[in-house]
């Protein structure tokens, strides 16, 4: 009876694992530009999202956009829209597909895949002018882009 419930446990753990796998960048399933699907299957963390935007070292997103909320930050951008009322004009799903890679959305689009590993015009490894290796990832990780559209959907007018 000890081995059934211990057996059922781990079962019950590892599909729970693998429903919260890490979708890989070459595996979203874009439509139209919109990602329906989580990348992680986690919520994302609007807080950590919030310092993934704001963030020169991850996606610095204020480079390009304003966000009333991080006015804190010093010179944000202006070629981008803003950020405010990004939840008002974009679904869940719809900010998922432009943060992850806003050109299947946009085709004209200045903003960077941040979840792509695949399909660039000679890219640099880093910026040491030499050409990428098998160690090029995405920008953002999975769970950021998922906390980024936590933070965004919470940006309304």
């Not at 829209?81 to 004009?89: E, I, S, T, V």
């Not at 992850?100 to 399909?119: C, H, L, Q, R, S």
């Not at 990832?137 to 933070?151: K, N, R, T």
Request: charged share 20%; hydrophobic share 45%; glycine share 8%.
């Amino acid at each position: 009876m000890r081995i059934s419930i211990l057996t059922m446990a781990v079962v019950a753990v590892s599909a729970a694992a693998l429903s919260a796998a890490e979708i890989d960048p070459k595996e979203v399933n874009y439509e139209d530009g919109v990602v329906k699907a989580s990348l992680t299957g986690v919520a994302g963390d609007p807080a950590n999202g919030a310092e993934v935007v704001g963030n020169k070292s991850l996606g610095n997103c204020v480079a390009c956009h304003q966000v009333s909320d991080l006015a804190d930050i010093p010179f944000q951008g202006e070629i981008g829209p803003p950020l405010d009322g990004a939840a008002d004009r974009w679904s869940e799903a719809e900010l998922r597909g432009i943060v992850a890679n806003a050109k299947i959305m946009f085709e004209d689009t200045m903003m960077p895949a941040f979840y792509k590993v695949d399909g660039f015009i000679r890219p640099g490894n880093a910026y040491t002018g030499e050409a990428a290796d098998e160690t090029f990832g995405p920008l953002l990780s999975a769970q950021q882009i998922e906390d980024v559209v936590a933070y965004l959907s919470t940006l309304k007018e």
